[in-house]
């Protein structure tokens, strides 16, 4: 009899679970131009996005996130996200929609649709702190 539960996410979940993109690792000297951090400790879910800018798109992305697995995944897809082809442009980062990154993911539990929502959240943060530091 098997008494295991199955794992409720997909592959691309899992595999940006166990093996996260761009996270910000402890003494890692990343040097961001701007920062964006969201959530909140009791819901669970917190997370912050550091960003490095170059000639308006997003270069580097580094990120922590203490929250669920699903949390996990989307914050680094989001990251993956930002930084491919060349960096995303600040315009569009601003606007990026969490439906792409649960789209990228293969989907989450509809219970977890609003981790997706804080990855956006928090770039758009990022995104906004580093513009208010370069007007």
Not at 27 to 50: I, L, W
Not at 83 to 109: N, V
């Amino acid at each position: 009899m098997n008494t295991q539960t199955p794992w409720a996410y997909t592959e691309t979940v899992k595999d940006h679970f166990f093996s996260p993109r761009n996270f910000l690792r402890d003494g890692e000297n990343f040097d961001s131009d701007g920062t964006g951090v969201v959530g909140s400790p009791a819901c669970g879910d917190v997370m912050m996005v550091a960003i490095q800018v170059r000639d308006n798109r997003v270069a580097a992305c580094r990120w922590r996130t203490f929250g669920c697995a699903s949390a996990i995944a989307s914050t680094s897809m989001m990251s993956v996200m930002a930084t491919e082809d060349g960096g995303m442009p600040l315009t569009r980062a601003k606007r990026i929609k969490p439906e792409e990154i649960l789209e990228r993911l293969g989907g989450l539990p509809e219970r977890k649709f609003h981790c997706s929502v804080l990855g956006q959240e928090a770039l758009r943060e990022a995104v906004l702190d580093y513009e208010a530091s370069h007007e």
